[in-house]
């Protein structure tokens, strides 16, 4: 599975960002596909995570009620819908896939087999 993820860039506090994270190379019908970020200095951070089959979804406690993941079957991709950003939110930010992840460990950064490269979105106050 190759994983391309789009849609950083530099916004105000309080602006929403969409970022798009398109998967070729596999069907994901058996995935769970994942947002991770990482800032500087810190650890890679959990974001969201989505069943693709079943549309479950999950969320980190710092996003949640601000950020949204959604996936379009047809056009093999997964979105991250950010809304009121706060520059805390400033980071690199990863899709991730796996075949095979547990509903106790999608948060974890090491049952995701796939990632792709980061894209940027910075929050200024």
């Known amino acids: 599975v190759q994983l391309q993820a789009s849609g950083g860039g530099l916004v105000q506090s309080g602006a929403s960002l969409r970022l798009s994270c398109a998967a070729s190379g596999r069907t994901l019908s058996m995935y769970t596909m994942a947002w991770f970020r990482q800032a500087p200095g810190t650890e890679r951070e959990f974001v969201a995570a989505?069943?693709?089959?079943?549309?479950?979804?999950y969320y980190g406690d710092s996003v949640k009620g601000r950020f949204t993941i959604s996936r379009d079957n047809a056009k093999n991709t997964v979105y991250l819908q950010m809304n009121s950003l706060e520059p805390e939110d400033t980071a690199v930010y990863y899709c991730a896939a796996s075949v095979s992840v547990g509903s106790w460990e999608v948060r974890g950064a090491d049952p995701y087999t796939y990632w792709g490269r980061g894209t940027q979105v910075t929050v200024s106050s």
């Open positions: 989505i069943r693709w089959s079943s549309g479950s979804t």
